[in-house]
C-alpha cells in the first residue's frame, strides 16, 4: 500500500473511533496505546511505517471495541500486543490526543 493510501485508511479510522466515542462503543482509555504513538493522519512528514503502527494498533483497538460491544471473545483479537501500555502510563490525559468528535 502506498504511503497516501495508507494515510486515507489512517483518516477513515479515526473517524470510526470518533463515531465509537460518540456511540459508547469506545471510551478514551481503549485509545490510549494509539494515542501514545502520537501519529495522527495529519502527520504528513511522519514516515510510512510510522503510519503504519498507527494503523495496525488503531485497527486493533477498534476490532476489540466492536467485539466487546457485540459480546465476543476479546482476546480472540489478533495484534493485541499493540496495545500493551507500561504501567506507570498515567491515562488522565488521553482526552486531548482524541480524535475530534
Same mark, same amino acid.
Given at each position: 500500500?502506498?504511503?497516501?493510501?495508507?494515510?486515507?485508511?489512517?483518516?477513515?479510522? +479515526?473517524?470510526?473511533?470518533?463515531?465509537?466515542?460518540?456511540?459508547?462503543?469506545?471510551?478514551?482509555?481503549?485509545? +490510549?496505546?494509539?494515542?501514545?504513538?502520537?501519529?495522527?493522519?495529519?502527520?504528513?512528514?511522519?514516515?510510512?511505517?510510522?503510519?503504519?503502527?498507527?494503523?495496525?494498533?488503531?485497527?486493533?483497538?477498534?476490532? +476489540?471495541?466492536?467485539?466487546?460491544?457485540?459480546?465476543?471473545?476479546?482476546?480472540? +483479537?489478533?495484534?493485541?500486543?499493540?496495545?500493551?501500555?507500561?504501567?506507570?502510563?498515567?491515562?488522565?490525559?488521553?482526552?486531548?490526543?482524541?480524535?475530534?468528535?
Amino acid at each position: 500500500m502506498k504511503k497516501n493510501e495508507l494515510i486515507h485508511l489512517h483518516t477513515l479510522l +479515526v473517524e470510526i473511533a470518533s463515531d465509537y466515542i460518540e456511540r459508547g462503543v469506545a471510551t478514551p482509555e481503549d485509545l +490510549v496505546a494509539y494515542n501514545r504513538l502520537e501519529i495522527g493522519p495529519m502527520a504528513l512528514r511522519a514516515c510510512r511505517a510510522d503510519h503504519e503502527i498507527a494503523v495496525r494498533t488503531l485497527t486493533t483497538a477498534l476490532a +476489540v471495541c466492536a467485539a466487546r460491544d457485540l459480546g465476543y471473545d476479546t482476546t480472540m +483479537v489478533p495484534g493485541q500486543h499493540l496495545l500493551a501500555v507500561p504501567p506507570d502510563h498515567d491515562v488522565s490525559n488521553t482526552q486531548e490526543n482524541l480524535p475530534p468528535s
